[in-house]
Nanobody
Framework: QVQLVESGGGAVQAGGSVRLACAASDRTFARYAGVWFRQAPGKEREFVSAISWNRHTYYADFVAGRFTISTDNDKTTVYLQMDSLKPEDTAVYYC????????????????WGQGTQVIVSS
C-alpha cells in the first residue's frame, strides 16, 4: 500500500516562497508519476504539476513559471517549490501518484496524501 505524507505548508506573504514535500515509504516515484493538486474552499480539486518516473515535468497554465516540481535521487520524495506566490494560490495542496503522465484529472490519481495547507496573504 502506497502511503504519502505531505509537509511544508504554511502561511506566507504574497511574493514569498514555500517548498512542499511529499514523502513515500519506498521508491514509489520510480514506478508512478508524482502529482500535485490543490483545492481552494468551495472549488474543485485542480491539477498543479506532475513529474513522470523519468522526470518529465508538467504544469498547469496558471503556474506560469513560478513553481518547480522535482524528485530526490532515490525517488522517494516529490517536491514542489513555489515562488512568487499570490493570494489566489491559497489552497490545500495534495500530492498523489498516477500511472498516467501529463496534465491529468483527479480520477487518474490512485493514491493521495492527506494534504497540506498553504495560505498566501496580500
Amino acid at each position: 500500500q502506497v502511503q504519502l505524507v505531505e509537509s511544508g505548508g504554511g502561511a506566507v506573504q504574497a511574493g514569498g516562497s514555500v517548498r512542499l514535500a511529499c514523502a513515500a515509504s519506498d521508491r514509489t516515484f520510480a514506478r508512478y508519476a508524482g502529482v500535485w493538486f490543490r483545492q481552494a474552499p468551495g472549488k474543485e480539486r485542480e491539477f498543479v504539476s506532475a513529474i513522470s518516473w523519468n522526470r518529465h515535468t508538467y504544469y498547469a497554465d496558471f503556474v506560469a513559471g513560478r513553481f518547480t516540481i522535482s524528485t530526490d535521487n532515490d525517488k522517494t520524495t516529490v517536491y514542489l517549490q513555489m515562488d512568487s506566490l499570490k493570494p489566489e494560490d491559497t489552497a490545500v495542496y495534495y500530492c498523489g501518484t498516477s500511472v498516467v503522465t501529463g496534465i491529468i484529472n483527479p480520477r487518474d490519481v490512485e493514491h493521495w496524501g492527506q494534504g497540506t495547507q498553504v495560505i498566501v496573504s496580500s
